[in-house]
């Protein structure tokens, strides 16, 4: 290894025979951006760091990306490399020709994706003081390999002028404005084929089957029996607030946890940490989706905004703190759906129930506790190590499960007291019928512990419910029991 001056960055003095090969990392060999991934990872790990970070970063970028490598839970073999690109090395190899790998990003991440593939002849990558990007990487490349002597694979506008200076431009997954301007710069260029993300893609990044968690919302106008046209379009629009607040939430939640979902069986093919959407783009979307839910949500009521930041400020704090605290994040997860229960009543302007705050608190640190024991389970049957992302042990499986069993119980013990109350009576005709509900909650809450204790659940119960035929028959019963008893 040798320094090339005169930036003190490290590669080897090997040249071999043939036009060296240079490749990108993020966005090019890797279907993702480092900066984006260790920012999130370390701001999830300790939401104090960003203190640290801000400081870091009034002295340049490369002391940003430094401060951030050196902190990173970091795995390349995890990492979502492209096909094409690294098809494009071996052909490279194969031929004879030198490969290097040249990144903006910090060394000792660069030097470990490196080191894990061992297809390189040398790296060159940003340090402490020097920001490898751009005019930088085009003048180190020019003067290690002189101009027009080396092929370049890139993937954005800051390899413009690295692919001015290449005999070669190679490029994947450009941007159409980057591309129309890589192919005015008048040298060689290739396109390599890349999959493009499509709508069923980010209908699953944006997590479209958990809209129905929102459905909430409807719960206090069903209860206070208002069902006039002006009503419900209210509550519609508290529905598409809450949904497009959620998808915001659920990106930065996937950004933050991208290392633990590429170590997890079911996790690894969300789309971020898959790479079949850019991380990029999903750090882009976030802001965008959040700032559409308020201005749904203001076509609502000033009142119903200050719920739906309430839901966004809690969420956000469960996902990057709240998560990582044992049995305080099932009691945020249920506050989470009792939240869309107070938006539902703010935004059709009706009292909320202490009752159903009640019933609603158990009934779904219930389904969180179940949610948290099928994670537990398929770690224990997979034979993973414990969550890095969660404060529980596997050995927590069979206590996990007796809380859950507990808090469901509670909650129909709630809603059988609720029926005895002077309040039923005034809503309801024949109140008697409510009392057979009971039933039919004792079987689908006993049920769903049987369904996750036998591996027939996946990590969400109430997607499971969505899907299974003895759940949907079982909500039927409960939504005609409701209506006769009017």
Known sequence: MLTTAPHPIEAPASSGPGKPLVVDLDGTLVRTDLLIETSFSEFGRDPWSLLSLSVALRRG???LKHELAQSASFDPAALPYEPAVLARIESARDAGRPVYLASGSNERLVKAVADHLGIFSGWYASNETVNLTAEAKAE????????GGYDYIGNDKADLPVWAKAAQAISIRTPAAVRRALDQLGIETEHLPADRPNWRTWAKLLRVHQYAKNVLVFVPLLLAHKFSLGVIAEAVLAFVAFSL????VYLLNDLADLQADRRHPTKRNRPLASGAIPTSEGIIAAPILFASSVLVGSLVSLKFVAVLLGYFALTTAYSFVLKRKMLVDVIALAMLYVVRLVAGAVAVEVMFSEWLLAFSMFFFTALALIKRYVELAVRTDSGLPEPENRNYKLADLDVVAGLAAAAGFNAITVFALYISSDAVHSLY??????WLICPVLLYWISRALMMAHRRHMDDDPIAFALRDKNSLVAG????VLILCAM
């Open 61 to 63: 970028k490369a002391a």
């Open 140 to 147: 180190l490349l020019v003067s290690e390999f002189g101009e």
């Open 245 to 248: 607040c959620a998808s915001s």
């Open 429 to 434: 005709r024949r109140p008697e019928l409510l």
């Open 476 to 479: 039927l019963v409960v939504c």
